[in-house]
């Protein structure tokens, strides 16, 4: 199994994310590490011990990031994801089990004590900014990157041309993305950007959580709570029956090169002013720089959902 470290804000799509991961036996989770994002840090780090729990993987640990963003005034996301992140389920949880202080430190060491480790980030990326910032060295153990965020053609989500992850921390955006054409240590690497462009067309449909149900009443009712408020979100922002879940593309997309398609580009991110987020990708190469991100900007969202439900579904758990 590949070894990862998950990056996230929890965050109902976060959510889904790990439960995706957790269920992939492709994967070997060696910790999670939380952002602020979608909702403060320390709210996202329960979030994520909730999932642990609802999975019985509570040996795996959760580590606290950054609480702002390098530089700009932090944004939550409440609206879309609740006061609580989950949608306002407010679920209690019952294990006694904390998460540590630390999570760039947490990356720092993992990158550098374990052979061929990744990064799948699914929410702002100042975790990744500051491990550049104060560990570059670490850098040359990460094996790949796969970052959920920004968008290539498709429209923004929390501007015209804005993905929140990217949109919340556009300097951690732009520092990474910058770290793949300049860090010696990332030399010839790419990340792997999962934007709105492919993300868009991953749909969850009220009969898809109801077939859900059909499969595992206990895994099906703990999706069902948590996604009914993204669903009213959904409904009355967009007039749209079903939410778009982002996050569980990346994870997907890591286990499955296949589920996805794009293309190699020097990407840059701006920083200020009207296209704050955006992701300004060279596509033509006018720059002649260094090719830092494959953009992916094909998928298939019923392969997606097969794979979703294949391994979130284990048929053997009721
Ligand atoms: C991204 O922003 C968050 O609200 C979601 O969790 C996802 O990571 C989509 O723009
Ligand atoms: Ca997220």
Redesign the pocket.
Known sequence: ARKVIIDC?P????VLALLLALRSPELDVLGITVVC??VPTAQGGENALKALEFLERLDIPVYLGETKPLVRTYVD?MD??GADGLGETFLLRSSDVSSKEGAVEFMAKTLREEEGVSVIA??PLTNLARLIERYPDALSGLEELVT??GSYRSHG?CSPVA???YWCDPDAAKMVFEAFSVQPALKGKHLNMIG?DV?RDIVLTPNLVEYMCCLSKETGDFIRNITRFYFDFHWKQEGVIGCVI??PLAVAYFVDRSLCGGFLAYTDVQTEGVAMGQTVVDTYDFWKKEKNSLILTETDPFRFMEFFISRVFDVSED
């Open positions: 804000d965050g109902i799509d976060d994002g979608n996301a879309t994801h699914l929410g959920m965020g989500n993905e929140y992850n709105l993300t982002n996050d």
